[in-house]
């Protein structure tokens, strides 16, 4: 029997915080998170581990095998406001990388790819237990229907196929986009809103046997506003569902609140389920860090049973179909009120479920995606938001010839510079052993002069060598960097060129951070190098002296002293440069860290103030459409008016004619 996967991730100390001066006093070790010297039993990680490492330890293998086996998975993020519960799931830009959803899509890709699937997307927002569709927020009614064949689902939430992560991440980033926008027209912060990300896999094996499952991404609303009545709801019908699970009770919770009763498709213990809590650590968060931690404490005793999903959909239509031809056969048969009644509510629910049941069939989802990417775009441009809510970051283009050629130059060069390094490597220790063999032919009693000689001779051969191949290393070395800096310079036009910078922060940082990386190897290619050629020296001189010593030369005290002023000094020298280097690593790690949090704070305010502008163009639309209307209703009316008018003078004229020829006949006949 499983149980479900219980951990904790602890946030990083943020700016603000670490220039306050704020401690740390949440603290994981092996598998016990400590705060403030209590102990919980939770595994935890801390912000050294990334969201790829996080995920390859934890969340991959349930889904792997929720997609082998055609088990639904499902991920609850828990936690306070800000504790890095969007950054887990992923966020446009994130300077931790890409995040679980994008993750866990490329594992979904990766094992369907080469067979016959359909995946597909949702995107739910709940706030005040109301659901608005993330990926085409039209003004329609979502509500939860429950079908015993079909389980939990939301009637009317647009279900989009997708054919890539890639096509994936496009439709998350962008609901995100829409929620910034909820958040506006709602005046609410979305961390009082929760999210639920739906991931539809479906898949034929080799056998034809078709597998199903969906993976779920809960993003619940922050724990810092459980007292507020718009989200204590949901939480306290959270936590009376997990403590009716963990008790083995009957769940009688999922009743309470939307949220949940979608969660019993992932709670109900058939399914693959992981809690993942989150916790900022600082001591004003003290409170609800340990009220996650208790929840996720508690969460750790339930059991699951996973079980895959079996419904067959061509059987379960066959079978619908046969419910509503008995209903209907039932309902024309009898004529009694009450058992027609009955009849008639079969028939309704064996209708209802029919729909949904071909729903469910490959050709009509992807009719169903079209329709909806359709009426998306309708929304979006309705509502004035479809160019910011579909725009994405262009790729900075440096495949240019000009590049290409420049990148294959320092290619070639850098491989004939390994070769090279190589050449005098073994040179060098071809030098160290010949001269270690000509000490011990010298040590020898009544060794010829001429094999003396002859080894000699090879030393110096090799020393020369030796020489010449340093010499031609350098040259190499000059012509790398020359390549460097020439493609440095080509690509910084190329993406001038290519690309609008301005007022990318984001991608400007993605640019600095590259630059910096490939200083930061270029240095350390220069000290290695550096102490290459030290060391070279040393061993030069070191060849010399055994080679001085072997012929009967001695040192004289002002050699021995001049040798050791320079070795004294490459120490000296070797030592200034690897505190250098430190300082130049602290300098670097303080300029990165404020450039993501300039970027962070940037793209925040960026996003907020879009979004804004865009709510306020959507506003001023409303207003002139209304006044558009009030203005042609007004039209209309003095037009009708005057057709009124027209019509009236057209008959009193016709009447003043008619009298007019009246008199005139009596003038005539009087006359």
Not at 155 to 166: D, G, N, P, Q, R
Not at 252 to 275: N, P, R, W
Not at 634 to 655: H, T, V
């Amino acid at each position: 029997m499983d149980k479900v996967q219980v951990f904790v991730r602890i946030r990083g100390l943020n700016s603000n915080e670490k220039e306050k001066g704020e401690a740390k006093i949440v603290k994981s070790s092996e598998d016990k998170v400590v705060v403030d010297e209590k102990t919980y039993n939770v595994v935890g990680f801390g912000p050294e581990v990334n969201n790829e490492q996080f995920y390859k330890s934890t969340l991959q293998k349930i889904v792997h095998q929720g997609i082998t086996k055609g088990v639904n998975v499902g991920l609850v993020c828990v936690g306070e406001s800000k504790s890095g519960k969007s950054t887990t799931l992923g966020v446009a830009n994130s300077p931790v990388g890409p995040g679980l959803v994008a993750l866990t899509a490329a594992s979904v890709f990766d094992h369907v790819t080469k067979l016959n699937h359909f995946v597909g997307v949702s995107y739910l927002n709940i706030y005040n237990d109301k659901f608005a569709d993330l990926l085409n927020p039209a003004d329609k009614e979502l509500k939860i229907k429950t079908q015993a064949s079909l389980g939990v689902y939301v009637e009317e939430l647009s279900e989009i196929s997708v054919k890539s992560t890639a096509d994936l991440m496009r439709l998350y980033d962008q609901g995100n986009k829409v929620r910034k926008i909820l958040e506006l027209e709602m005046n609410t912060p979305t961390t009082k809103s929760h999210t639920v990300f739906t991931i539809y896999c479906e898949y034929r094996t080799a056998e034809q046997t078709l597998v199903r499952n969906q993976i779920q991404f809960y993003n619940v609303a922050g724990l810092n506003h459980a007292q507020e009545q718009d989200v204590s709801k949901s939480l306290k019908s959270l936590e009376t569902s997990i403590s009716q699970s963990v008790s083995g009770e009957q769940v009688t919770g999922f009743s309470g609140s939307k949220l949940t009763q979608l969660m019993k498709s992932v709670m109900d213990k058939s399914a693959y389920l992981m809690i993942l809590g989150h916790v900022s650590p600082t001591s004003k968060s003290s409170d609800t860090t340990g009220s996650t931690l208790d929840l996720l404490t508690k969460c750790q005793a339930i059991t699951l049973e996973p079980k895959p999903n079996t419904l067959d959909t061509k059987q379960l239509i066959e079978d619908l179909r046969k419910r509503v031809a008995v209903a209907r056969n039932a309902i024309t048969s009898q004529t009694t009120g009450n058992i027609a009644k009955e009849h008639i509510a079969e028939l309704d629910n064996s209708l209802a479920s029919l729909s949904a049941a071909k729903r469910l069939q490959w050709d009509v989802r992807e009719r169903a995606s079209a329709l909806a990417e359709e009426q998306r775009r309708e929304t979006l441009a309705d509502q004035g938001v479809l160019e910011w809510i579909t725009q994405t970051a262009g790729q900075i283009k440096n495949n240019t010839s000009s590049v290409l050629l420049l990148q294959k130059e320092k290619e070639n060069l850098v491989a004939e510079y390994k070769k090279q390094r190589e050449t005098v490597d073994g040179l060098k220790s071809e030098l160290q052993s010949s001269i270690s063999s000509h000490t011990s032919l010298a040590e020898q009693p009544n060794q010829s002069e001429s094999v003396l000689q002859e080894s000699l001779s090879k030393i110096h051969k090799l020393r020369d060598q030796l020489k010449s191949g340093n010499e031609k290393l350098r040259d190499l070395k000059k012509g790398v960097k020359e390549a460097q800096d020439k493609l440095k310079l080509e690509r910084t036009q190329s993406a001038s060129t290519d690309l609008e910078t301005s007022g990318n922060f984001a991608l400007t940082l993605m640019m600095k951070k590259d630059e910096i990386a490939h200083l930061k190897r270029d240095n350390k290619q220069f000290l290695d190098e550096e102490q290459d050629r030290l060391q070279t020296e040393s061993v030069q001189e070191t060849a010399e002296i055994k080679l001085s010593a072997t012929q009967g030369n001695t040192l004289t005290l002002e050699q021995i002293v001049k040798i050791q002023e320079q070795h004294v000094q490459q120490n000296v020298q070797l030592a200034h440069l690897a505190l250098h280097v430190q300082c130049l690593q602290a300098e670097n790690e303080k300029l990165l860290e404020s450039m993501e949090a300039l970027n962070s704070a940037h793209r925040v305010e960026t996003e907020t103030q879009k979004a804004r502008n865009l709510l306020t163009f959507r506003q001023y639309k409303e207003f002139y459409e209304e006044a558009k209307a009030a203005t042609s209703s007004k039209f209309q009316d003095l037009l009708n008016s005057c057709i009124q008018d027209c019509i009236f003078l057209s008959s009193k004229n016709a009447e003043l004619t008619e009298e007019n020829t009246d008199l005139k006949r009596k003038l005539k006949h009087y006359n």
